[in-house]
């Protein structure tokens, strides 16, 4: 994991469209995967689907974010990695068609899995456009990209409501990430893309490499733990309603999108990776333990908030440690970061409910600390890189 600290250069003029538009590919990312949550409950009332079958389609959406992350590398050599995003948008295209007009759970689940499909092609797509030789850079472009995506993943919700709201139909909501797709399509500037590998070479990745691989599957383990399970706990333990329970459960986004915002704009450029990986986990301690103990709302929802605000970086920072540990294989390095995350998010949140069902969501809590716990355990471990000579 790289610990140098670097001077952040600027960001060439003529880079500069080319890194917006691949902000809006994940922010329309962020927005698509927050909105098949949504949108789910309605898609079981339009299909008449149990619970047991509209819960199936988060499950295909997950395994599409595997898939591509297991192949986005090998598409990329099929096709060249400058048509990756093409691909990527073309399913997404379809998916999005498929759930919007399904006419039964086979088109739907289909649909879902193609939007993990898509998606996932489409994060790594970005984060191999975003990765610069310099760490800090790159840590920054990340920051930003990832706050911008989560505000568009807390507006999917209020736009899927307002839909419903005031035209009584939820499928206009899913038109939003259709027009803007095509739309980023048509603006992306292909010369940019020119000077990109065509065909990107079979690369080994390094052992450093996987040290940064776990931590992230720890800290997105941990960051869907708590976005899934956040209301339920507090809602347990306070004795609030749903509705405030889910209320205050949304001050784990306003400190994520707190502290990446922070880093987008450059918090910690001086500092290298390792103290502000170390220094967000310790924060995800206190948070998450707060969340565990307390009784009282307003302490509740300051330990959801401390939760977010250190899970963070470590997304971020973690990634940027993992692709300039591997300069070799980006592309693979970016599709295996898009693996990590699309396994932590399908295991993650049905292991901690698992464990609910089993004894209570307050017992099985502490698998969040120990999920932090382990993260620091990964961080301890990295290797050092060697000084320069």
């Known amino acids: 994991m790289a610990d140098a600290i670097e001077p952040a250069p600027q960001i060439p003029a003529q880079d500069k469209r080319a890194t917006w538009i691949s902000y809006s590919y994940l922010a329309v990312w962020g927005y698509v995967l927050y909105g098949i949550g949504n949108a789910t409950p309605y898609l079981r009332i339009d299909l008449g689907l149990t619970d047991f079958q509209a819960g199936l389609h988060a499950s295909a959406l997950a395994v599409g974010v595997l898939v591509a992350g297991v192949g986005a590398d090998a598409i990329a050599r099929r096709v060249g990695s400058r048509w990756l995003m093409d691909v990527a948008v073309a399913v997404l295209i379809v998916a999005l068609g498929l759930v919007m007009l399904a006419p039964s759970l086979p088109f739907s689940l289909t649909g879902a899995f193609?939007?993990?499909?898509?998606?996932?092609?489409?994060?790594?797509d970005v984060n191999i456009r975003l990765n610069r030789p310099n760490s800090v850079e790159t840590r920054r472009l990340i920051g930003q990209a990832n706050a911008l995506s989560m505000v568009t993943a807390a507006a999917a919700p209020v736009v899927i409501g307002l839909a419903v709201a005031g035209l009584h139909a939820w499928k206009v909501a899913l038109l939003l990430p259709l027009a803007a797709i095509i739309a980023l399509t048509l603006l992306r500037p292909r010369a940019a893309e020119a000077r990109s590998s065509v065909r990107p070479p079979r690369a080994r990745l390094p052992a450093d490499y996987w040290f940064a691989w776990?931590?992230?599957v720890l800290c997105v383990s941990i960051e869907f733990s708590f976005v899934f399970w956040g209301s339920t706990i507090v809602g347990k333990r306070t004795g609030v309603s749903t509705a405030d329970a889910t209320l205050l459960a949304s001050l784990f986004v306003v400190g994520?999108?707190?502290g990446r915002a922070a880093i987008g704009r450059?918090?910690?450029?001086?500092?290298?990776?390792?103290?502000?990986?170390?220094?967000?986990?310790?924060?995800?301690?206190?948070?998450?333990?707060?969340?565990?103990?307390?009784t009282v709302p307003i302490l509740s929802g300051l330990g959801l908030f401390l939760g977010g605000l250190g899970t963070a970086p470590c997304w971020p920072v973690g990634?940027?440690?993992a692709l300039q540990s591997a300069p070799k294989a980006p592309v693979s390095a970016a599709a295996r970061s898009t693996l990590a995350s699309g396994a932590a998010v399908l295991l993650a949140p049905s292991t901690?409910?698992?464990?609910?069902d089993a004894v209570g969501v307050v017992a099985a809590w502490p698998i969040i600390l120990a999920l932090a716990v382990a993260a620091l355990g990964v961080l301890a471990v990295t290797p050092r890189p060697a000084p320069a000579p």
Do not use: P
């Open 266 to 294: 450059g918090l910690g450029a001086g500092r290298a990776s390792r103290g502000i990986l170390a220094a967000g986990l310790g924060i995800v301690l206190v948070g998450s333990g707060l969340v565990w103990v307390s």
């Open 319 to 321: 990634l940027t440690a």
């Open 352 to 356: 901690l409910g698992l464990a609910s």
């Open 214 to 216: 776990a931590l992230l």
């Open 256 to 258: 994520m999108f707190t």
């Open 114 to 124: 193609l939007m993990g499909l898509g998606g996932g092609l489409v994060g790594t």
